[in-house]
């Protein structure tokens, strides 16, 4: 049967729990608290983190795959998971200690992260859920 040769996008979810701190080192606690909210808490907390990782390119013919789901379930794991699950992102990581570890900046860190293991003819975004309300997409 012939398919077009068209691009489809796969999918791979995965799931970290980390601590964090948002906050600007500028700012003294209260101007942080007021800005902030609870996530700025000098005494951090966690999230739950859904970390939804999106390839977008055409099937390779001898497979039918965009990208083999088991080797991009071992890069996010290799790259991310080993990396943020169950760390202090502020104070056990080297990507936090001069940026802010919001969503958006976690987001952008692990798109990097995974970038450089993954095929540059495929496309990536990355989503990060820091709850189940709020979530951020890089790129947008
Ligand atoms: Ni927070």
């Not at 979810?13 to 906050?23: G, Q």
């Not at 001898?62 to 502020?90: A, Q």
């Not at 056990?92 to 976690?106: G, K, S, V, W």
Request: with cysteine; glycine share 2%; net charge negative.
């Amino acid at each position: 049967m012939n398919l077009p040769n068209k691009k489809i996008a796969v999918f791979r979810r995965e799931h970290f729990n980390a601590a964090h701190r948002i906050f600007n080192p500028l700012w003294d606690d209260k101007k942080n608290a007021e800005v902030f909210g609870k996530c700025s808490n000098p005494n951090y907390h966690g999230h739950n983190y859904e970390l939804v990782v999106k390839v977008v390119g055409e099937r390779d013919p001898e497979t039918g795959y965009v990208i083999d789901m088991k080797r991009l379930s071992v890069i996010t794991e290799e790259e991310v998971l080993e990396r943020f699950d169950h760390k202090n992102l502020n104070l056990d990581t080297i990507y936090f200690r001069d940026l802010n570890p919001t969503a958006e900046n976690i987001a952008m860190v692990i798109y990097d992260l995974l970038r450089k293991r993954i095929d540059e003819k495929l496309e990536l975004q990355v989503r990060l859920y820091e709850t189940e309300r709020n979530y951020v997409e890089y790129p947008a």
